[in-house]
T-cell receptor, first 114, second 115 residues
Framework: AQSVSQHNHHVILSEAASLELGCNYS??????LFWYVQYPGQHLQLLLK??????LVKGIKGFEAEFIKSKFSFNLRKPSVQWSDTAEYFC????????????FGQGTTLQVKP | EAGVTQSPTHLIKTRGQQATLRCSPI?????VYWYQQALGLGLQFLLW???????NRGNFPPRFSGRQFPNYSSELNVNALELEDSALYLC??????????????FGPGTRLTVL
C-alpha cells in the first residue's frame, strides 16, 4: 500500500534559519508529489507539486523541493524562514492511474520564532 | 473567484445520529473529493465524485456516503455517528480528469463533534 512518512512532527526555528522538512513515500510506480501548507486559521493550500521533468521544483513564497527517485524522497526546503512561515506542512502523493486519491503524511508543525 | 465553500462550519451531534455536510466546488470544477482529518490519524481520503458518480472510495465503512448534484455541489452523509467520527472534514475540487498537473483545491472544512 502507498504511504507517506514525514520525519519531523514539530520543528522550531528562529527567523532567517534554513529549513528542510523530510518526506519519504512508498510506491513502486510513477508518482505525483505535493506539498501543502495550512497557515493558522486558514485552509489547506498548495505550495508546490512535482509530476514530471526537472526534479527540483520551485513553489510559492520561496519554497522548493527536490524529488530523488532513488531515495523515494521529496524534501521541502527554504533557505531563510520568516515568522509568517509558521504553519503545518503536509507532504502528499498521488500514484499513477486515475484514482483521485491524495495520500498525506502526518504533517509537520513549523514554529518560527521572531 | 470564489474558492471551495463548505457548510456548516461546525456541527455537533450525538452518537447514533446522522450528519450531513455540504460542499460547493470552484466554478468550472466537476470533481469533488472528501477527506477526513482526525486527531492522530492525519488526512485520509474518503470519497471522490465526478459527474454525479462515485469514482473512488477510501477505506471507510458504508455509513459514510455521499452524492453529487447536477450543479457539482456535493453532500457527505455520515450515518449512525460514533465518537471516533469527530474530525475536520475537508472538501476539495478539481477539473476532471484529475491529471497530475491538476491541483485539488481545498475548502475550510466542517468540524464535526460527536458527543
Amino acid at each position: 500500500a502507498q504511504s507517506v512518512s514525514q520525519h519531523n512532527h514539530h520543528v522550531i526555528l528562529s527567523e532567517a534559519a534554513s529549513l528542510e522538512l523530510g518526506c519519504n513515500y512508498s510506491y513502486g510506480g510513477t508518482v505525483n508529489l505535493f506539498w501543502y501548507v495550512q497557515y493558522p486559521g486558514q485552509h489547506l493550500q498548495l505550495l508546490l507539486k512535482y509530476f514530471s521533468g526537472d526534479p527540483l521544483v520551485k513553489g510559492i513564497k520561496g519554497f522548493e523541493a527536490e524529488f530523488i527517485k532513488s531515495k523515494f524522497s521529496f524534501n521541502l526546503r527554504k533557505p531563510s524562514v520568516q515568522w509568517s512561515d509558521t504553519a503545518e506542512y503536509f507532504c502528499a502523493v498521488m500514484g499513477s492511474g486515475n484514482t483521485g486519491k491524495l495520500i498525506f503524511g502526518q504533517g509537520t508543525t513549523l514554529q518560527v520564532k521572531p | 473567484e470564489a474558492g471551495v465553500t463548505q457548510s456548516p462550519t461546525h456541527l455537533i451531534k450525538t452518537r447514533g445520529q446522522q450528519a450531513t455536510l455540504r460542499c460547493s466546488p470552484i466554478s468550472g470544477h466537476t470533481s469533488v473529493y472528501w477527506y477526513q482529518q482526525a486527531l492522530g490519524l492525519g488526512l485520509q481520503f474518503l470519497l471522490w465524485y465526478d459527474e454525479g458518480e462515485e469514482r473512488n472510495r477510501g477505506n471507510f465503512p458504508p455509513r459514510f456516503s455521499g452524492r453529487q448534484f447536477p450543479n457539482y455541489s456535493s453532500e457527505l452523509n455520515v450515518n449512525a455517528l460514533e465518537l471516533e467520527d469527530s474530525a475536520l472534514y475537508l472538501c476539495a475540487s478539481s477539473f476532471y480528469p484529475p491529471t497530475p498537473a491538476d491541483t485539488q483545491y481545498f475548502g475550510p472544512g466542517t468540524r464535526l463533534t460527536v458527543l
